[in-house]
């Protein structure tokens, strides 16, 4: 279970990653940039 978590978090940064590189509005950079340390974060501090 724990696998498929981390699976869908890592999908989630991707996803996030993706639109922060196609995005060319600082704002909605900032934003995602901001979604993708979030998830980071909890993909690599989950026990």
């Given at each position: 279970m724990r696998y498929i978590y981390?699976?869908?978090?890592?999908?989630?940064?991707?996803?996030a990653a993706w639109y922060l590189v196609q995005e060319r509005i600082f704002w909605k950079q900032a934003g995602a940039a901001l979604v993708l340390v979030l998830l980071l974060l909890r993909l690599f501090l989950v026990k």
């Open positions: 981390h699976l869908i978090v890592l999908y989630l940064t991707l996803q």
